[in-house]
């Protein structure tokens, strides 16, 4: 389950039945329509948001609409809000991205606006995103991440931002280019005839032209000060006098004009007003709760004062939650804390009470805020660790860590049970190092709790456990959290140890505990080869989670089990593992949705290497359109090694290498090892290219060598430093490398063997045959390629040999003709071979040039080391922006790299960087 994002704040407040249109700025907000955006600034209650839904009510393009408040600091959430308003008119918009953005671990918030705008710009028709209330957020990493969306806008999107101040945004640059529409206070503020106008047609008041002349210069134009000035003076006959004794600034007005409010209302419903204005939003039963009045007294309330039009603004159509027009909310608890009948205890009340109904109905994050806001440390404190479980199954556990963080360490370290909850949270966002430190501290809490000698009996007597029945398994859960993180750091060893340590503690009194550590002990015994202990561990995990009805985990878990087959090589029993676990739910079941993005993508990659094209595109177009829906964190990752995996072989590798890249940026550091790193699927990518030089490059940073200890967990990347070597000796005939190349897959080979991996065997047996083959050794070369294909065949291997083209197609050619009785498989690797996708042009990489840049080449190359982006980069040099991707791909080419970074670091080598 995702974190909930509030519908109420997507909901576009309707325009005032009688409200007063304003023709000239919905003149000019229409007429701005062409630039990237608009910006309504100016102080409260001046008639943004009212301006806004009249103009839009009338706009020809679709629009979405979004009320900010301070909850939404954070990037990740404040995308997520971003992306459910646009799927409010496009609702198949960023099913993706939303997925991502609400995962426990969320993308950086520039790759997260990277993937925001790709999505905007395949948009078909324009829309108007409002941004309403813009001020609330206040957090310089939602300024940047919306100045990255603005810096590169497409033109599908026109953005509206309404706030009470400037934004931190480029706002000059905007100006400077015409792309930016602004209405201020003086466009904002009411003239004395629309004063005139909207006190006698919105108002229903008949004033002399003098009294509304004073009142529009008293208020300056503003138009809350107007509508509460029209309240007021309904009750009294002297207009003229009551507008006289109006004088100072406009906090005084508005001082003013809400004593005159509220003084006419009975005293049963100020009372109301005030109380309920500790509230963010407002519904019946919660007022009924925080009042403690009987039920439905809140809602009549509630009606009541809308009715009356005191400021409050409905969030839905059903008029089931309300809110407070900010300023009036403002204002009552202003007065709230000036009231001698309630103290700041009384106050604290009021939340606790509000923390309380929340917490009754599941919605903690809310229940958490106001037992904060209470400045009750010890409300908060027992209720994150009363609903830490609840908040952790449902995703929710950075929001959680988020408040427990706020308290101090005296009240955290006198609670073993919220201090390893704290712990596993901070784990799960990526806070090692912190997460460690309060495993500590729980430790010495329990050591406390249990000792007569070493602690004083204060401080045993402080210990506080409110989840008194978790206390006996927390030594368990302190060493499971210790194997996980070992797992996720690299130390297998020390992981199987806590591993151990878990299933000893937690044998008999949680049988749940017990087998996730088994389960962890098998992640640590398949990064180190064994793969069938680690097989073992993860069938025994998923028949447990079965067992006690968990079967959206089971189904999650049982991926692994068919990954595990596919690392082995036995790509027809992954293939029917997957499909399996496809079937043990109905299609429209809640478990199903959540692992079936993963199946798909499973039996997509394994129909990709039989050949099956058809297939292949079927299931990653199902993982697709499934996985976009669920809140997987690391689907993201694997559809896009998948999809790399197949633009590489029809030939695209551009397409390949960029795939790889935002692969990159949405890998998330966890316990199942990562034994395919990406930076050597780029390798694999760069020689296709033809660019050995990148590819060498690789080896060299990663630092692998022909004469390494072996491990499994270098297992790819020792199989492609042997491919390196060949294709460096078909290039540039270091005597060496193929022999190096050789040896090194001989031991592959033995290694691969003795851990019964067939996948490997058949890699190393394919490449020992090319190697031969680059030696004109065709006779040697056949030897390990008839028992690749022995080995291959069964499982229906196509990909991997019709991949390496030519040379192999020429070895293949012979075996035929030789009679050998696998002919009909190696007529379908021929066949495959030849129907290869020719390359696009674009993606060749040429061999570095002895060719020197030109003086232009030599300055963008310049320009590009200091960061600047192409478009940047054409404004400096007053160059087209296609003039400098021509610019660019010259400077990649001559030098024999495939990014900026390379090449940079390359000019850099060269002295190219260096100015004459």
Request: glycine share 6%; proline share 5%.
């Amino acid at each position: 389950m995702s974190p909930p994002l509030l519908a109420t704040k997507l909901y576009r407040p309707p325009p005032r039945p009688k409200g007063m249109l304003r023709p000239h700025l919905i003149e000019r907000l229409n007429a701005g329509l062409h630039r990237n955006l608009t910006l309504l600034a100016a102080p409260a209650g001046f008639g943004k948001t009212t301006l806004l839904s009249q103009w839009l009510d009338g706009c020809a393009h679709p629009v979405a609409w979004l009320t900010l408040d301070a909850s939404d600091h954070e990037p990740a959430r404040f995308l997520a809000y971003l992306v459910a308003a646009l799927q409010t008119v496009v609702p198949e918009f960023g099913a993706g991205l939303m997925a991502a953005l609400l995962a426990p671990q969320a993308p950086t918030p520039a790759a997260a606006v990277a993937d925001l705008i790709n999505a905007l710009a395949t948009l078909a028709q324009p829309v108007v995103l409002v941004l309403d209330d813009y001020h609330l957020v206040n957090a310089a990493p939602v300024d940047a991440a919306l100045g990255l969306l603005l810096a590169h806008q497409p033109p599908q999107l026109h953005l509206v931002i309404a706030t009470r101040e400037d934004p931190p945004l480029p706002l000059a640059r905007l100006r400077a280019r015409d792309q930016l529409t602004e209405l201020r206070v003086s466009e904002l503020r009411f003239s004395h005839t629309e004063a005139d106008a909207l006190l006698s047609q919105t108002e229903g008041l008949s004033l002399s032209p003098d009294v509304v002349a004073v009142l529009a210069s008293r208020t300056e134009g503003w138009a809350a000060g107007l509508h509460l000035a029209a309240l007021s003076l309904r009750g009294h006959q002297d207009a003229a006098g009551f507008v006289r004794a109006f004088s100072g600034s406009q906090r005084f007005v508005l001082d003013y004009l809400l004593e005159e409010v509220l003084q006419q209302q009975p005293a049963p419903l100020q009372q109301f007003l005030l109380r309920t204005s500790v509230l963010d939003r407002l519904c019946g039963p919660l007022c009924d709760a925080v009042l403690i009045t009987p039920a439905g007294s809140g809602q009549a309330t509630l009606e009541a004062i809308e009715r009356a039009n005191l400021f409050l603004v409905p969030l839905d159509d059903q008029r089931c939650w309300y809110r407070y027009h900010h300023l009036f909310g403002e204002l009552l608890r202003q007065r709230l804390a000036q009231d001698a009948g309630l103290d700041a205890g009384a106050t604290a009340m009021l939340h606790l009470r509000a923390s309380d109904w929340y917490e009754a109905q599941g919605l903690m994050l809310e229940a958490l805020h106001h037992a904060a806001v209470s400045a009750e440390p010890a409300r908060v404190a027992t209720l994150a660790e009363r609903v830490w479980a609840h908040m952790d199954s449902s995703f929710q556990a950075d929001a959680w860590c988020r408040w427990v963080g706020q308290l101090s360490e005296e009240v955290l370290r006198v609670r073993p049970v919220l201090c390893t909850q704290y712990a596993w949270a901070l784990m799960d966002t990526g806070q090692t190092e912190a997460s460690e430190a309060w495993l500590r501290h729980a430790e010495r809490c329990l050591s406390a709790a249990h000792s007569t000698e070493s602690a004083s009996h204060d401080e045993r007597a402080s210990i506080v456990v409110v989840a008194s029945e978790l206390l006996p398994s927390l030594p368990a859960r302190i060493a499971a959290a210790r194997a996980y993180l070992a797992q996720s750091r690299g130390d297998f060893v020390a992981a199987q140890q806590y591993a151990a340590t878990t299933r000893d503690l937690a044998a008999e009194t949680e049988p749940l505990l017990h087998a996730q550590a088994t389960v962890l002990a098998g992640v640590s015994q398949w990064a180190t080869g064994a793969l069938e202990a680690a097989y073992s561990a993860f069938a025994a995990w998923v028949e447990h989670t079965r067992a006690v009805g968990s079967l959206a985990f089971a189904l999650a878990s049982g991926f692994y089990l068919a990954e595990i087959r596919l690392a082995q090589g036995q790509l027809r029993e992954a293939a029917r593992l997957y499909r399996q676990f496809l079937t043990l739910v109905p299609a429209d079941h809640e478990a199903l949705r959540m692992a079936a993005p993963h199946l798909h993508l499973g039996l997509a990659v394994i129909a990709h290497e039989q050949g099956d094209a058809q297939a292949a595109t079927l299931h990653l177009r199902t993982s697709k359109e499934q996985g976009e829906q669920a809140a997987l964190i690391d689907w993201p990752f694997r559809w896009r090694l998948a999809q790399a995996r197949i633009e590489e072989s029809s030939g695209n590798w551009e397409a390949a290498l960029d795939l790889l890249d935002a692969a990159e940026r949405h890998y998330l550091p966890n316990p199942v090892p990562d034994l395919r790193p990406v930076a050597a699927l780029k390798a694999r990518v760069y020689m296709r290219q033809g660019n050995l030089l990148a590819a060498t490059a690789w080896v060299a940073a990663c630092g692998v060598t022909a004469t390494d200890a072996l491990s499994y967990r270098r297992e790819f990347e020792h199989l492609t430093l042997a491919r390196v070597l060949i294709a460096r000796y078909r290039r540039e005939h270091v005597a060496s490398d193929p022999h190096d190349a050789l040896d090194l897959l001989t031991r592959l080979l033995a290694a691969a063997e003795a851990g019964g991996r067939i996948g490997s065997q058949i890699e190393a047996l394919l490449l020992q045959s090319l190697a031969h083959e680059a030696l004109d050794d065709s006779g040697q070369a056949r030897i390990p390629l008839q028992r690749a294909l022995a080995l291959a065949e069964p499982e229906g291997y196509v990909r991997l040999f019709a991949d390496e083209g030519a040379p192999l197609a020429r070895l293949l050619e012979r075996m035929k003709d030789e009679g050998r009785r696998m002919n009909e498989y190696i007529d379908t690797l021929c066949a495959a071979i030849k129907t290869q996708i020719e390359p696009h042009p674009s993606s060749f990489i040429f061999h570095p040039s002895t060719e020197p840049l030109t003086a232009r080449e030599r300055e963008v190359l310049r320009l590009i080391a200091e960061g600047l982006s192409n478009h940047e980069l054409a404004a400096r040099l007053h160059l087209s922006p296609q003039t400098v991707k021509v610019h660019t791909r010259n400077i990649y080419g001559k030098l024999g790299v495939t990014s900026r970074t390379q090449a940079v670091a390359r000019g850099r080598e060269l002295g190219f960087l260096e100015r004459s």
